[in-house]
């Protein structure tokens, strides 16, 4: 079945320090891929997303990319800032049948320290 | 505009009680979808709307669990003789369109504490 595996946390970095949360995907087909972050006290919202393989999501200086030879969609930011405190969930989306909902990995908390 | 909107914030129960959660999604959204969120873990789809079409209840974990939704309009998940397993936030979203492509928009949630 479909399934996403992302890296777990908690993951703890300085502030301007370069950020990788790894994400891999199972999917038959071609899944849409999208990565959402739930800020604190706050609800799940989208960062960003890619619909088909090589495109490039990116949104706030974080960017990700559709690989279909890896199946992966990591998520990158070069220089994170204490306000980029949260967890971060990536997710995976078909069309069709039964599998219209979001297929989302375990959440990967992080926290920068100024 | 207004975003998706869930009631109550929070709801604390007692073991063997009902409850029932609601969810008013983005005007014109037609899907609508209820998630879980356990402590800890990711979230867990249970069960998605679109339009008129019959729902889909592939991820309701239990007979105890039950979703209605009048046309593209509000939803309420009821869950009956609530146990403390079923402790958790319940997230709900809605898109315009149940198409790969589509985002979804989530609600603040449901915190609920089954006692």
């Known amino acids: 079945g479909n399934s996403v595996t992302q890296m777990e946390g908690p993951v703890t970095l300085s502030e301007e320090a370069f950020l990788t949360i790894n994400c891999t995907y199972t999917a038959t087909g071609y899944p849409s891929l999208f990565w959402y972050v739930q800020y604190p006290g706050e609800g799940l919202q989208l960062l960003l997303k890619?619909?088909?393989?090589?495109d490039k999501g990116s949104n706030k200086g974080f960017e990700a990319t559709y690989r279909k030879e890896t199946t992966s969609f990591h998520l990158e930011k070069g220089s994170v800032q204490v306000s980029d405190s949260a967890v971060y969930f990536c997710?995976?989306?078909?069309?069709?049948?039964?599998?219209?909902?979001?297929?989302f990995g375990k959440g990967t908390k992080l926290s920068v320290k100024p | 505009g207004a975003g998706v909107s869930q009631s109550p914030s929070n709801k604390v129960t007692e073991k063997g009680k009902d409850v029932e959660l609601r969810c008013d999604p983005i005007s014109g959204h037609t899907a609508l979808y209820w998630y879980r969120q356990r402590l800890g873990q990711g979230l867990e789809f249970l069960i998605y709307f679109q339009g008129n079409s019959a729902p889909d209840k592939s991820g309701l974990p239990s007979d105890r669990f039950s979703a209605e939704r009048t046309g593209e309009s509000v939803s309420t998940l009821t869950i009956q003789r609530t146990q403390q397993e079923d402790s958790a936030v319940y997230l709900c979203a809605s898109s315009p369109f149940r198409q790969a492509q589509e985002t979804q928009y989530f609600g603040p949630g449901t915190r609920l504490l089954v006692l």
């Open positions: 997710a995976l989306k078909h069309y069709g049948g039964s599998q219209g909902n979001l297929i």
């Open positions: 890619a619909t088909k393989a090589d």
